[in-house]
């Protein structure tokens, strides 16, 4: 018997190749070493105590913004999926234009007056925070999975059903699957879109990765802004670069190969 050749050497070519591996390394040295650069910032920014942000550390920081994005995301992603199926179900569609027009309601209606009208509600902090990008990042993951369902085939649906599956097991074992990539999607979008909007909680006294920005504006140390906005843009770009990954796991060829196969087993 011919074993094939083991291929961990190529393996690790690709590893050493793949761009989020690197995105990361940096992200995290100046997530962690970002005090180190104070001679560099002293330089370019002479006469401006600190040279960089320390009243809070980066990695703290970071945590937080992290948790605020991820429990936001979360939660857009629960709302966002569950309703997405009840309004294409046919005992659900009659409320698909309310749940579109709250989906849209909540992306018109820009963060800072979402943090305005939830901070006399709920105060000062993270909470409003969270409702903010809750909201934000509600329509992008809803409207893709409407998309995704619906763009399976009714063939497909025909075959499992002619297989015997009830309708909540068409919907696990086919539908969600074949609309897995498109929901992929709108749970990159509406994440990004909340990395980049958990910033702005700042204003209201949450801690994200905005704190330095926010500082840094107000006092006039555009060090402490650019501080900031980097570990912002590395750490929107890290989690792009992962979501990407994650999506090579469903090529734009695994739909009709699905479908072929269910056809067949119909």
Do not use: C
Not at 110 to 123: T, Y
Not at 166 to 185: G, S, T
Not at 206 to 232: E, M
């Amino acid at each position: 018997m011919i074993r094939a050749p083991r291929r961990s050497g190529m393996s690790w070519v690709a590893t050493l190749r793949a761009p989020v591996l690197w995105v990361g390394l940096v992200f995290a040295a100046a997530l962690l070493f970002m005090p180190a650069a104070a001679p560099l910032f002293a330089r370019a920014f002479p006469g401006v105590e600190p040279p960089v942000y320390a009243r809070v550390s980066f990695l703290a920081l970071w945590l937080s913004h992290a948790g605020l994005v991820g429990a936001a995301s979360l939660a857009a992603a629960v709302a966002g999926i569950g309703l997405g199926v009840v309004v294409t179900r046919p005992w659900g569609a009659e409320f698909r234009p309310i749940v579109e027009s709250i989906a849209t309601l909540g992306q018109a209606f820009p963060p800072v007056a979402v943090l305005a009208l939830a901070v006399p509600l709920m105060g000062f902090g993270a909470r409003p925070t969270l409702i903010a990008l809750a909201l934000y990042g509600f329509l992008p993951i809803v409207a893709n999975t409407v998309a995704g369902i619906e763009s399976v085939p009714g063939a497909v649906r025909e075959a499992a059903a002619a297989m015997g599956m009830r309708p909540v097991q068409v919907l696990r074992a086919v539908e969600l699957p074949l609309a897995a990539p498109a929901i992929l999607a709108g749970l990159r979008v509406s994440v990004i879109f909340g990395i980049g909007t958990a910033t702005v909680g700042s204003t209201v006294g949450a801690l994200t990765l905005g704190t330095p920005i926010i500082d840094g504006l107000v006092s006039d140390k555009l060090n402490f802004a650019i501080q900031g906005a980097v570990l912002v843009g590395l750490f929107a770009i890290l989690v792009d670069l992962i979501f990407e990954r994650l999506a090579a796991r469903y090529p734009a060829g695994a739909s009709g190969t699905n479908e072929g196969s269910a056809a067949r087993r119909g």
